[in-house]
């Protein structure tokens, strides 16, 4: 495997369930990006990881749990989540946070809420 | 804060014809500048990117575009488009020297007909 790779590529979960989407990256990285894509929305940053610290959080409903175990994984654990969840969810890597690198985006997760 | 706007949600276009998709910015700091592309079921892309030098910056695919510091503007432009150009394109800005954060656009889609 190369660059970003995300599982599942879709879900469909209830809103009483929990699941969690998988992120690795293949390139040697020291920060990963979760972000969220709608429908007629703007991207928006979720979390940001640098060294497998949280460095940032932007108002994430506390539904949203993410994870950074080690530099090359990120999860985003999710439970009882409403249907204005229901997006795209991308995550991303850079070489770090501190220097303007390009990010690497996976191909996303493509979530529905039932 | 900083924040961009893509005037276009869509733009339909002839193959073989010049397409200019518009991103205008608003910072009170100097920024970075980037067009990312997202094709079908895939993740974002970089085209290309501003961080100094030239204004006039040359990205993959044929692709350029112009930093125009005046009108806050970092249009995207290619002569001669090509059925495969179909996808969106997103502008997005980050700020000097606060860590590699990227704001997005909402996007314009490029619709390229034969």
């Known amino acids: 495997e190369t660059g970003v790779t995300q599982t599942p590529r879709h879900l469909v979960m209830g809103m009483t369930n929990k699941k969690s989407l998988k992120c690795e990256q293949h390139l040697g990285h020291n920060a990963m990006y979760w972000y969220k894509q709608s429908a007629k929305k703007p991207l928006e940053l979720m979390f940001v990881y640098s060294l497998e610290e949280r460095v940032e959080n932007n108002s994430v409903p506390s539904r949203f749990s993410p994870e950074c175990p080690n530099s090359s994984h990120l999860f985003l654990h999710l439970h009882t989540l409403q249907p204005e969840d229901s997006a795209l969810y991308l995550c991303a890597s850079s070489q770090d946070r501190q220097t303007t690198y390009e990010q690497y985006f996976g191909p996303g997760t493509r979530l529905t809420v039932t | 804060a900083q924040s961009v706007t893509q005037l276009d949600s869509q733009v339909p276009v002839f193959e073989e014809a010049p397409v200019e998709l518009r991103c205008n910015y608003s910072s009170s700091v100097s920024v970075y500048l980037f067009w990312y592309v997202q094709y079908p079921n895939q993740g974002l892309q970089l085209l290309l990117k501003y961080l100094s030098g030239s204004t006039l910056v040359k990205g993959i695919n044929g692709f350029e575009a112009e930093f125009n510091k005046s009108q806050t503007s970092f249009h995207l432009r290619k002569p001669s488009v090509h059925i495969s150009d179909t996808a969106e394109y997103f502008c997005?800005?980050?700020?000097?020297?606060?860590?590699?954060?990227?704001?997005f656009g909402g996007g314009t889609r490029l619709m390229v007909k034969p």
């Open positions: 997005a800005v980050s700020v000097h020297n606060a860590g590699n954060m990227l704001t």
